[in-house]
């Protein structure tokens, strides 16, 4: 077959002989499994998985992703089951069937008040293989350059939800290409008289614009060669979608729309583009404002070029897109053009495909209970490049780093919300500020005037804009603590020192201000606490001309340990104390006190310089949970990974992060939880050793 041929010679481009050889076997799979099933236009049906298979062999996805392609629609509509196709083709290629056939049975709604949902259903299935994701988009592709034979109503519905859900879908995963086509079609489809009409007008002008276009693109050229640089330049026909669009949105005719003209040019490299922007931008006047830099900061779904509007002879207004060839790629093929067949990458091929299973068998075995879906908001999904979507009440589309929080979110909208938020709503439903945000989540902030901003949320804000504002305003209010701790720092060295802290008069502290070339009393208190300065030299200045009153030991109290000091105060990411272990502090300098166990190797060493080491003790009351980490070696058993998480789940205590290593028998789990103290670290750990498999755990 003539079709099937053509995919077998693209493939073979960029795929190993052994590879085409699957896909052969793939196609005559389907071809027999889908025997006697035709599509609507009367064609055999395995024509659309293999149009589907070519789709996404032009963007040079790799054999797996093509072997399922050709098999998508087989568990859906034969007889032909999972494990038939795993033993046959492999389990890879079996898990993106089995994905594509679930996400078919997803019922998108297309009210615009549903779209949260939809993004995070769909979403949710990418974040488990971002390839089924790209053969649905490939195969609703062809359905949609298919459509002409269906019936008008059933042409509209899936036109709209095309461009509802799928061409927006696209567009975030900077597929543009596809993302175009599917707009286009749906346009068509939804709106057939206007397109019409529109594609007859925009005929009837371009050809009245071609002299138009080529003086310019000769002007372009050959200022360009002038500059002596390499470059390619087209004219950018518009799409009609956009045309319309555009004309909606601005209210402009379709002259207006149509009078603006569009020219890619394409360079070598980097500095080429900005040589190139210099070289137009002498041609023809800049029009101030409508410059933007996306090579410096690349839009969020990776897209990058230098855009610029000139005005250009008789006034005309030209849009200009200057980008390298690889930049072009990628705006071509988004998401895809990362996924590129690389033979070298199989080892990270391997990598991605383990975590996908165990994400996948986790969302199998907890997908009913409520526990699995928190458990699974405290993964992290690493298999797609890091943003997460979520939404204002207003119904609009915020993008933030993965594991951003209610705070980031609220920094993001202003930072005046940030800095008096008190509270969150995510879904309706109250939130903790540290929340983590999911894709689709809705979130609304709720302000209080006289809120501020609290120390403890720069341990989990991850966007630079909140951790740069909370910063600032602390700043201020730190230096009140500081004092405050550097006083109890002092007192304590004093007390060590046999001096009472009151016996101290002002003269002295007055000289000793002096002397060390501080501002205040209060500065040089804040110097302790901050590791600027060592309490047990700053209390031997101090007492230098006191003898010690007597000779007694004075018993001192250690220093009470709250957890609620905020920034003075940080806990070793070492050893993670938590409550009830038997601490010590260290002086870092810049860093102020740092607390370790007392064993932990850190300590040992430092116990070298004594005045840095300090007396500490944890505080009755303590509210707050602190991180611990700690391994689990369990039997590489079916599910036992989820029995982990839902036990951990159930005590109450959360998963900050979690690293694995596999064996060949058993796997090695590196859990950082938050827990209250070490009477409910027993009590999670005394709960996994109940489960069946789990061979070994240990505190780090
Ligand atoms: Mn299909």
Redesign the pocket.
Known sequence: MHEAELLFSEASQYLRPEDISQLKNAYSFGQGAHSGQYRKSGEPYIS??LA?ARILGQLHMDAPTLTAALL??VVEDTHISKEEISERFGAPVAELVDG?SKL?KIQFQTQVEAQAENFRKMLLAMARDVRVILIKLA?RL??MQTLQVMRSEKQRSIARETLEIYAPIAHRLGLNKIYQELQELGFRYLHPLRYRVLVKATKAARGNRREVVGKIQDAISNKLKDADLEAQVYGREKHIYSIYKKMVEKQLTFSEVLDIYGFRVIVNDVPSCYVALGALHSLYRPIPGKFKDYIAIPKQNGYQSLHSTLLGPFGIPIETQIRTQEMHRISENGVASHWLYKSTDTDLGDLNMKTNQWLQSLLEILSDSADSKEFLEHLKFDLFPGDVYVFTPQGKILTLPRQSTAVDFAYAIHSDIGNCCVAAKINGENAPLRSELKNGDRVEIITAPYAKPNPSWLSYVVTGRARSHIRHFLKTIQFDESVELGERMLNQALLALNVEPALIDKAQWEKLVRDSGAKSREALLADLALGKQLPAVIAKRLTSPLESINSEQVPHDPITILGTEGLTVQFAKCCHPIPGDVIVGLIKKEHGLVIHTHNCPVVTQSQKNPENCLDVTWGKDITRTFGVKIKIVAANRHGVLARIASAIAKTESNIDDVAMESEKDYTAMGFVLQVRNRHHLAQVIRDLRRIKDVAKITRI
């Open positions: 659309h998985p589907v998508h629609d594509v078919d195969d062809h359905n």
